[in-house]
């Protein structure tokens, strides 16, 4: 396994005190806490940080890691820890149920973040405003037309029980309105990362995306659907019932349509200021010939008319 250098982490020497420890660790948490920092390792230097905390601000895992790490620290020219050190502060406990020396590591980020229902002083004039969020949240067509309420999850920045920082969860509902189309940001104002100090917490910023649908192909706010049609329909026009989000309509298609032709109708796309349009595309339908009579009937209209594409062309 790969040795971790925990004086190294938090940049400080094998002998500093509890107090140098603490403060060292107060310094790059607020440099790297996800929530303000804007460095592509931010987290992952956080989380390191947090780790090499943990172990050094307790003198018993100190001690343990100081005699387990001592040969891979003497490899990489650093001085072996005396076994005899006492890192440990019994002077000022930071609570009646804290080990001597030993201070709760939640507590320094809450006084950093200032988290609700905590009592801490304030930071030192230390106000930033926490960073935006971005996330996505999926709805279905149909949402767009009637509106809808979605829960969705979140990643924040929490401690663990033993006051370890660790990504987790909050949920939070979102009204989507009627009229969205895929793409849209919906800007959530506060609820994006947490400030420091006074800083006000950052928004949050929603993109919408439309699932596919089995039926309906989305352009924007156009909505395109195939209308099946034989060859024959096609040709001498016909009505037929078209099927929207909001229920069928009758839609007459002139004489004279073949395949891949886009009967616009205004108005039955996606709800806006303007509403776009749906857009019904003529495809092509071949007669199922399930009876013998059927297969006769087909074989002399192709007697009767005697058709071939290669009639005139050279040969």
Do not use: C
């Not at 018993?60 to 440990?88: N, V």
């Not at 979605?150 to 949920?171: A, E």
């Not at 929603?206 to 395109?224: A, K, M, N, S, T």
């Amino acid at each position: 396994m790969k040795f971790k250098d925990y004086y190294a982490t938090l940049g400080i020497t094998r002998n500093a005190t509890p107090e140098a420890i603490k403060k060292a660790y107060r310094k790059l948490a607020r440099q790297y806490h996800p929530d303000i920092s804007r460095e592509p390792l931010a987290e992952l230097r956080f989380k390191e940080v947090g780790e090499a905390y943990a172990i050094l601000r307790d003198p018993e895992k100190r001690f343990q890691y100081d005699q387990t790490y001592a040969p891979y620290a003497a490899q990489e020219e650093a001085p072996a820890p005396r076994a005899s050190r006492s890192y440990g502060d019994t002077s000022r406990p930071t609570n009646a149920n804290a080990r001597p020396g030993e201070e709760n590591f939640g507590n320094i980020l809450d006084e950093m973040l200032r988290r609700p229902g905590n009592e801490a002083p304030k930071t030192r004039g230390l106000h930033v405003h926490g960073n935006d969020q971005r996330a996505k949240v999926q709805i279905d067509l149909e949402d767009s037309f009637r509106g809808a309420v979605r829960s969705i999850s979140i990643p924040t920045y929490v401690t663990d029980n033993d006051g370890m920082p660790m990504v987790g969860k909050r949920m939070l509902k979102v009204s989507i309105p009627r009229g969205i189309r895929g793409g849209q940001v919906l800007r959530l104002a506060g609820q994006g990362h947490a400030g420091i100090g006074d800083g006000k917490p950052g928004d949050l910023y929603l993109e919408v995306v439309i699932r596919p649908h089995r039926q309906f192909r989305i352009d924007g706010r156009d909505l395109y659907v195939d209308v099946p049609l034989t060859a024959q329909a096609a040709a001498d026009g016909t009505s037929v019932e078209v099927p929207t989000p909001e229920g069928t309509i009758q839609l007459f298609v002139p004489a004279g349509s073949s395949a891949g032709r886009k009967l616009r109708v205004r108005g039955k796309g996606i709800p806006g200021d303007p509403a776009g349009d749906l857009y019904a595309v003529i495809t092509t339908a071949s007669v199922p010939l399930h009876t013998a009579m059927a297969k006769r009937a087909y074989r002399a209209l192709k007697a009767a008319f005697d058709f071939s594409p290669r009639t005139n062309s050279d040969r």
